[in-house]
């Protein structure tokens, strides 16, 4: 996988994740190009479009796309696959996501992408164990979050003495 | 101190404050990302670091989804990865994943920091510092951490483990000595039975497999039980991957393998895996019938399907067996028929390419009909896209797939009038090549040009524009084949041709110079009777001579004089049609119809006074003055008959540039000689050496110019008009190119051949078209192109390897047994090939001896795997062992799996080759 794109449906990107290297305009030149292919395309056609020799992938869920990219001799079903499962994985973290969820947390979204891909592979096929893992580590984030907090009060405590 | 940090972090943004505020904002997304970023400069300075990592990721969100720069915070990102606090890491980690690449200079500072974490006890960590390594790591960074990976390579963690086998893949990529330290354990891991490492090494060795698929055929065994076991989806996806690569080099591999992929296809009930499946037989295992007839009954189930996925995969799989069985096309003729309607544009483009691979001599008409009747309905994008397959397709090799040419070119006529067509300049460039390289199509051609000239609604259409010049072309060239000239007169001075863009114009005023000129010549000079001018018989002899398609073209004057006999009248008209038509365009703008108008003219004038005169006034003054006329036409008329020869586009370069010839030098001496002469920078021709006599000729063309006056006027128009649009003049590096002097003088050579070529123009046949055609175009070809290529592909494959060695190489001593742990890369890349060869050669004697296998040519390499087994003790005793302990090993898998033993046996067999002609390294001595 080359790279991992999400698009609104009015052309807004929510995510973007590079396997590969792309200068900053290159990146720009990509998302404009394939938001103008993908966003144009009808419900009823398939998922897969041909891009300056490679392969796209997309598929729509609610007003959202999420595009990966490929080499063309990969498997295009798998990489459905392979959206569908990182969306069923937003799901059960976010509880039912939204598109709203991605723009606010969209750190966590890297996050989660993170767990299932590494460079550009897939490396975790068990929803259970992603959610598990990054619940693991946000609590590790909240704790140290807790800590600072409690450090900040303290010192508000102290200041307003 | 305290004080402003503790402001800073109190009233701070958070990133979910600034994407509030960027989704609610007053004044403009601009205006407030960089009011935003302002910010994020200052806060990223703090000391305290929490603020600055929230500073941090904040850059980020911008960077990534406003495409802003945030390399200046690359020091920052570091700053805060110290942090010991893992919230902090975790933010640090993901801004430098998603902005440091190779020349990043802080990116030599990370190396700490990663082999910190690499080894922290936290898993957390040292998985996310892996994901970051996988991301950025580049050759200093995957040499100085290989250690790190390859303890963490038997982690008991699953959870790290199989980050560190998915990172190996860029630590290699990076750094191949590495893979002598890494790879063994890399294989240890196939055996592990956790499906998620082994999906993580299966994937690293897709990876691998499909830059060099050799190196891993020792691996086939593995790979082949991985295959059989495996109960997930994602693993055997990914080792009928591997299997796809390396099944062509082995074809008894693919003999064990294809039973396998059948089985899985048949069981499977998803559709990925199952794709996968007939991808490999199709792509890999295409000589095995019956797997092929399983996944073509497989894809016809897809084609059939109503998902669009499916059936865009189903047809894409039909084109790649299309390659190699056609029959499986045609079979399902049907259906990529019926989608070349589907609403989806992807499908449709796909079912194209597959109609067009079953294009073929004898269907093509059939197939090109259907087509263009797709064409007329769909939308303009793929009308265009079908035009263009249809056009590329049967162009294809020169247009080797035609038999009928005739039918093609009044095809290439109907296409051009297809409402959407886009094609002009494709069409354009045909009509004008079949003109050039096919002599018996040209009437057909004349007819089609005539009724695209005619047709004063085509001229409206501003995509057509380049066709109608090539008509115009046509109709000028190849004129003596019309029925009737007087009516192209017509067509080509229409007032609507205004509506033509100025270079087009030219075309169209130059193309009616030549017909006027042979409407003249017809009447005057040939039909002399009719014009009352008598021709003196050494003329006419002349005439019978030079005329330059020899016997074919005196019939077609023949013909054209008793079909539409141009009298003295119709000549009148026809000068004053010119003269009305042309007259307004004496003050174009552009120069170039400007001034052809002006020659076109001048021309008429010339011969109104004697065309007008002749009949008047009295017997010997017209006598006189008519054998002046005469003159002059004729030698216009010689001057533009001349046949010109068809050379495709590639000619220039396949002529090779000749010992002690300077190209440069060559373009200096054409400017001294034709300095005055503007060389038109579209003229693509006009460089290099089959120029060279273009422009002795030009030149000599200028001195005649000056020499004979007006006579000549018009034969340097014609040079110039040939210099200036050399796409259709072609000159060739053949010796009728193009001399603009008075042709009689070398014609009869040329006309010999020419009459040759079309003694048996009677016979129409396509078969008879062929062989005349070749010898006509394809003398200068054959021996240099295939030059050419032998030459250049090597290197470039050669190229390739060398750059992949390094890796593969590395890979293969691994797999081979030998067990380098000080790798010095000077010596891994050198003697590389030797060694290799000398390693394999023992291992596989070994495992010969073992199994008693007797084979010829075996005597010999097990006196010399005696040789260097001796002489390898000696020098490594650690080696030694190491290979003992392989070979231990593999003894014991042996006696498990005797069959994938034999398999082994087999993989290795090939790489056999080698050692015979390896000389023993020096190193070993």
Same mark, same amino acid.
Request: proline share 5%; aromatic share 6%.
């Given at each position: 996988?080359?790279?991992?794109?999400?698009?609104?449906?009015?052309? !807004? *990107?929510?995510?973007?994740?590079?396997? &590969?290297? $792309?200068?900053?305009?290159?990146?720009?030149?990509?998302?404009? #190009? @394939?938001?103008?292919?993908?966003?144009?395309?009808?419900?009823?056609?398939?998922?897969?479009?041909?891009?300056?020799?490679? !392969? *796209?992938?997309?598929?729509?869920?609610? &007003?959202? $796309?999420?595009?990966?990219?490929?080499?063309?001799?990969?498997? #295009? @079903?798998?990489?459905?696959?392979?959206?569908?499962?990182?969306?069923?994985?937003?799901?059960?973290?976010?509880?039912?996501?939204?598109?709203?969820?991605?723009?606010?947390?969209?750190?966590?979204?890297?996050?989660?992408?993170?767990?299932?891909?590494?460079?550009?592979?897939?490396?975790?096929?068990?929803?259970?164990?992603?959610?598990?893992?990054?619940?693991?580590?946000?609590?590790?984030?909240?704790?140290?979050?807790?800590?600072?907090?409690?450090?900040?009060?303290?010192?508000?405590?102290?200041?307003?003495? | 101190?305290?004080?402003?940090?503790?402001?800073?972090?109190?009233?701070?943004?958070?990133?979910?404050?600034?994407?509030?505020?960027?989704?609610?904002?007053?004044?403009?997304?601009?205006?407030?990302?960089?009011?935003?970023?302002?910010?994020?400069?200052?806060?990223?300075?703090?000391?305290?670091?929490?603020?600055?990592?929230?500073?941090?990721?904040?850059?980020?969100?911008?960077?990534?989804?406003?495409?802003?720069?945030?390399?200046?915070?690359?020091?920052?990102?570091?700053?805060?990865?110290?942090?010991?606090?893992?919230?902090?890491?975790?933010?640090?980690?993901?801004?430098?994943?998603?902005?440091?690449?190779?020349?990043?200079?802080?990116?030599?500072?990370?190396?700490?920091?990663?082999?910190?974490?690499?080894?922290?006890?936290?898993?957390?960590?040292?998985?996310?510092?892996?994901?970051?390594?996988?991301?950025?790591?580049?050759?200093?960074?995957?040499?100085?951490?290989?250690?790190?990976?390859?303890?963490?390579?038997?982690?008991?963690?699953?959870?790290?483990?199989?980050?560190?086998?998915?990172?190996?893949?860029?630590?290699?990529?990076?750094?191949?000595?590495?893979?002598?330290?890494?790879?063994?354990?890399?294989?240890?891991?196939?055996?592990?039975?956790?499906?998620?490492?082994?999906?993580?090494?299966?994937?690293?060795?897709?990876?691998?497999?499909?830059?060099?698929?050799?190196?891993?055929?020792?691996?086939?065994?593995?790979?082949?039980?991985?295959?059989?076991?495996?109960?997930?989806?994602?693993?055997?996806?990914?080792?009928?991957?591997?299997?796809?690569?390396?099944?062509?080099?082995?074809?008894?591999?693919?003999?064990?393998?294809?039973?396998?992929?059948?089985?899985?296809?048949?069981?499977?009930?998803?559709?990925?895996?199952?794709?996968?499946?007939?991808?490999?037989?199709?792509?890999?295992?295409?000589?095995?019938?019956?797997?092929?007839?399983?996944?073509?009954?497989?894809?016809?189930?897809?084609?059939?399907?109503?998902?669009?996925?499916?059936?865009?995969?189903?047809?894409?799989?039909?084109?790649?067996?299309?390659?190699?069985?056609?029959?499986?096309?045609?079979?399902?003729?049907?259906?990529?028929?019926?989608?070349?309607?589907?609403?989806?544009?992807?499908?449709?483009?796909?079912?194209?390419?597959?109609?067009?691979?079953?294009?073929?001599?004898?269907?093509?008409?059939?197939?090109?009909?259907?087509?263009?009747?797709?064409?007329?309905?769909?939308?303009?994008?793929?009308?265009?896209?079908?035009?263009?397959?249809?056009?590329?397709?049967?162009?294809?090799?020169?247009?080797?797939?035609?038999?009928?040419?005739?039918?093609?070119?009044?095809?290439?006529?109907?296409?051009?009038?297809?409402?959407?067509?886009?094609?002009?300049?494709?069409?354009?460039?045909?009509?004008?090549?079949?003109?050039?390289?096919?002599?018996?199509?040209?009437?057909?051609?004349?007819?089609?040009?005539?009724?695209?000239?005619?047709?004063?609604?085509?001229?409206?259409?501003?995509?057509?524009?380049?066709?109608?010049?090539?008509?115009?072309?046509?109709?000028?060239?190849?004129?003596?084949?019309?029925?009737?000239?007087?009516?192209?007169?017509?067509?080509?001075?229409?007032?609507?041709?205004?509506?033509?863009?100025?270079?087009?114009?030219?075309?169209?005023?130059?193309?009616?110079?030549?017909?006027?000129?042979?409407?003249?010549?017809?009447?005057?000079?040939?039909?002399?009777?009719?014009?009352?001018?008598?021709?003196?018989?050494?003329?006419?002899?002349?005439?019978?001579?030079?005329?330059?398609?020899?016997?074919?073209?005196?019939?077609?004057?023949?013909?054209?004089?008793?079909?539409?006999?141009?009298?003295?009248?119709?000549?009148?008209?026809?000068?004053?049609?010119?003269?009305?038509?042309?007259?307004?365009?004496?003050?174009?703008?552009?120069?170039?119809?400007?001034?052809?108008?002006?020659?076109?003219?001048?021309?008429?004038?010339?011969?109104?006074?004697?065309?007008?005169?002749?009949?008047?006034?009295?017997?010997?003054?017209?006598?006189?003055?008519?054998?002046?006329?005469?003159?002059?036409?004729?030698?216009?008329?010689?001057?533009?008959?001349?046949?010109?020869?068809?050379?495709?586009?590639?000619?220039?370069?396949?002529?090779?540039?000749?010992?002690?010839?300077?190209?440069?030098?060559?373009?200096?001496?054409?400017?001294?000689?034709?300095?005055?002469?503007?060389?038109?920078?579209?003229?693509?021709?006009?460089?290099?050496?089959?120029?060279?006599?273009?422009?002795?000729?030009?030149?000599?063309?200028?001195?005649?110019?000056?020499?004979?006056?007006?006579?000549?006027?018009?034969?340097?128009?014609?040079?110039?008009?040939?210099?200036?649009?050399?796409?259709?003049?072609?000159?060739?590096?053949?010796?009728?190119?193009?001399?603009?002097?008075?042709?009689?003088?070398?014609?009869?050579?040329?006309?010999?051949?020419?009459?040759?070529?079309?003694?048996?123009?009677?016979?129409?046949?396509?078969?008879?078209?062929?062989?005349?055609?070749?010898?006509?175009?394809?003398?200068?070809?054959?021996?240099?192109?295939?030059?050419?290529?032998?030459?250049?592909?090597?290197?470039?494959?050669?190229?390739?390897?060398?750059?992949?060695?390094?890796?593969?190489?590395?890979?293969?001593?691994?797999?081979?047994?030998?067990?380098?742990?000080?790798?010095?890369?000077?010596?891994?890349?050198?003697?590389?090939?030797?060694?290799?060869?000398?390693?394999?050669?023992?291992?596989?004697?070994?495992?010969?001896?073992?199994?008693?296998?007797?084979?010829?040519?075996?005597?010999?390499?097990?006196?010399?795997?005696?040789?260097?087994?001796?002489?390898?003790?000696?020098?490594?005793?650690?080696?030694?062992?190491?290979?003992?302990?392989?070979?231990?090993?593999?003894?014991?898998?042996?006696?498990?799996?005797?069959?994938?033993?034999?398999?082994?046996?087999?993989?290795?067999?090939?790489?056999?080759?080698?050692?015979?002609?390896?000389?023993?390294?020096?190193?070993?001595?």
């Amino acid at each position: 996988i080359h790279f991992v794109l999400l698009i609104s449906r009015q052309g !807004k *990107v929510r995510l973007t994740k590079w396997y &590969s290297t $792309y200068s900053k305009k290159e990146r720009s030149k990509v998302l404009r #190009e @394939l938001s103008g292919v993908i966003l144009t395309r009808g419900p009823r056609l398939c998922n897969f479009v041909e891009w300056r020799g490679l !392969k *796209v992938v997309y598929k729509r869920y609610a &007003s959202l $796309y999420f595009c990966m990219c490929m080499d063309p001799d990969g498997n #295009e @079903l798998e990489i459905l696959e392979i959206i569908h499962h990182y969306v069923e994985v937003l799901d059960r973290y976010f509880g039912s996501v939204c598109e709203l969820d991605l723009i606010y947390n969209f750190h966590k979204a890297y996050y989660i992408l993170d767990e299932i891909l590494i460079s550009g592979e897939l490396q975790e096929s068990s929803k259970r164990t992603v959610v598990r893992s990054v619940a693991a580590q946000d609590s590790l984030v909240e704790a140290a979050k807790e800590e600072t907090g409690s450090t900040i009060s303290n010192i508000i405590a102290l200041a307003a003495k | 101190m305290s004080g402003p940090s503790l402001m800073d972090s109190l009233f701070q943004r958070t990133l979910e404050d600034l994407i509030k505020g960027l989704r609610q904002q007053l004044i403009g997304e601009q205006a407030f990302i960089s009011k935003a970023l302002e910010e994020i400069r200052k806060e990223i300075k703090s000391t305290d670091l929490s603020t600055k990592s929230t500073a941090l990721l904040k850059l980020c969100y911008l960077s990534n989804l406003h495409f802003h720069d945030m390399s200046f915070a690359a020091f920052h990102a570091l700053e805060v990865l110290s942090s010991p606090r893992f919230p902090h890491k975790k933010i640090a980690y993901h801004a430098i994943s998603l902005s440091f690449h190779d020349s990043t200079p802080v990116l030599l500072l990370i190396t700490n920091h990663l082999r910190k974490d690499l080894t922290s006890t936290n898993e957390f960590e040292v998985s996310l510092s892996l994901q970051c390594l996988s991301r950025i790591a580049n050759v200093d960074l995957a040499r100085d951490l290989t250690p790190e990976v390859f303890t963490l390579l038997s982690s008991n963690k699953l959870y790290v483990r199989k980050r560190a086998v998915a990172v190996v893949l860029r630590v290699f990529e990076k750094y191949p000595d590495s893979v002598r330290v890494c790879f063994k354990r890399l294989v240890e891991n196939l055996e592990n039975y956790d499906p998620q490492i082994l999906s993580a090494v299966v994937g690293v060795f897709s990876e691998l497999a499909c830059k060099d698929p050799r190196s891993y055929l020792p691996l086939a065994p593995e790979f082949y039980k991985i295959l059989v076991d495996s109960k997930s989806n994602w693993i055997s996806i990914k080792v009928l991957k591997i299997f796809a690569k390396l099944a062509p080099l082995e074809p008894r591999l693919a003999n064990r393998v294809v039973e396998p992929i059948c089985d899985l296809m048949r069981k499977t009930g998803a559709k990925s895996l199952l794709f996968e499946c007939v991808r490999t037989v199709v792509t890999s295992f295409s000589e095995y019938e019956s797997a092929v007839r399983l996944a073509v009954e497989k894809i016809r189930e897809f084609l059939v399907d109503e998902d669009p996925n499916l059936k865009y995969l189903g047809l894409h799989a039909l084109s790649i067996v299309a390659s190699k069985h056609l029959w499986v096309v045609s079979e399902n003729k049907e259906v990529v028929i019926k989608s070349l309607s589907d609403p989806d544009p992807n499908i449709k483009i796909e079912s194209l390419r597959l109609v067009m691979a079953m294009v073929s001599e004898h269907n093509v008409a059939e197939i090109s009909k259907v087509l263009v009747n797709y064409a007329l309905k769909s939308d303009p994008l793929f009308c265009n896209e079908i035009l263009g397959s249809i056009l590329s397709t049967c162009s294809r090799n020169v247009y080797e797939i035609i038999v009928d040419f005739d039918w093609y070119v009044s095809l290439l006529g109907e296409m051009s009038r297809i409402p959407h067509c886009q094609m002009g300049e494709e069409i354009e460039n045909q009509f004008i090549d079949i003109g050039l390289r096919v002599k018996d199509v040209r009437p057909e051609l004349v007819r089609v040009a005539r009724d695209l000239l005619i047709d004063p609604a085509l001229l409206g259409n501003s995509f057509l524009h380049r066709v109608l010049s090539a008509a115009a072309w046509v109709s000028g060239e190849y004129v003596e084949f019309s029925r009737n000239p007087l009516e192209f007169m017509e067509a080509l001075l229409q007032p609507r041709t205004s509506l033509l863009p100025p270079s087009i114009m030219a075309i169209y005023i130059q193309s009616a110079f030549k017909v006027l000129v042979f409407c003249l010549h017809t009447c005057f000079v040939r039909g002399g009777s009719t014009a009352g001018v008598p021709a003196s018989a050494s003329y006419e002899s002349f005439d019978d001579l030079s005329v330059e398609n020899g016997a074919d073209s005196t019939v077609a004057h023949g013909q054209t004089c008793t079909s539409a006999p141009i009298t003295n009248e119709s000549i009148v008209n026809l000068l004053k049609l010119v003269e009305l038509a042309l007259s307004p365009l004496l003050g174009s703008h552009d120069v170039e119809v400007q001034e052809r108008a002006r020659n076109l003219l001048g021309f008429v004038d010339l011969i109104k006074l004697e065309a007008l005169n002749s009949s008047g006034q009295e017997e010997n003054d017209s006598e006189r003055k008519g054998v002046e006329a005469t003159k002059i036409i004729r030698l216009v008329h010689d001057a533009f008959s001349k046949e010109l020869g068809p050379v495709s586009l590639t000619a220039q370069g396949k002529v090779p540039v000749p010992d002690g010839l300077t190209l440069n030098e060559n373009l200096g001496d054409l400017e001294t000689i034709c300095g005055d002469i503007e060389l038109p920078s579209s003229n693509t021709f006009s460089f290099g050496y089959p120029s060279e006599e273009k422009d002795v000729s030009s030149f000599s063309n200028l001195q005649i110019k000056e020499d004979s006056g007006q006579s000549n006027e018009s034969t340097s128009l014609l040079a110039e008009h040939r210099k200036r649009h050399g796409l259709y003049y072609l000159p060739s590096g053949k010796s009728e190119v193009i001399s603009n002097d008075y042709p009689p003088a070398n014609d009869p050579a040329l006309q010999g051949d020419n009459n040759d070529n079309a003694s048996d123009l009677v016979k129409l046949t396509a078969e008879s078209l062929v062989p005349k055609r070749k010898p006509n175009h394809s003398k200068p070809r054959p021996v240099v192109v295939k030059l050419d290529e032998v030459d250049e592909k090597p290197v470039a494959v050669k190229q390739l390897e060398s750059r992949d060695d390094s890796l593969s190489g590395a890979v293969r001593d691994i797999l081979f047994g030998s067990e380098d742990i000080l790798p010095t890369s000077s010596r891994s890349n050198l003697p590389n090939s030797n060694r290799k060869g000398k390693k394999k050669q023992h291992m596989i004697t070994q495992v010969e001896s073992k199994e008693n296998v007797v084979d010829d040519g075996n005597s010999s390499s097990r006196r010399r795997k005696d040789h260097s087994h001796g002489k390898e003790r000696r020098h490594r005793k650690k080696n030694a062992e190491e290979r003992n302990e392989t070979d231990r090993k593999e003894k014991e898998s042996s006696s498990n799996h005797p069959r994938r033993h034999k398999s082994r046996q087999r993989a290795e067999e090939p790489l056999k080759v080698p050692p015979q002609t390896s000389v023993i390294p020096d190193f070993l001595l």
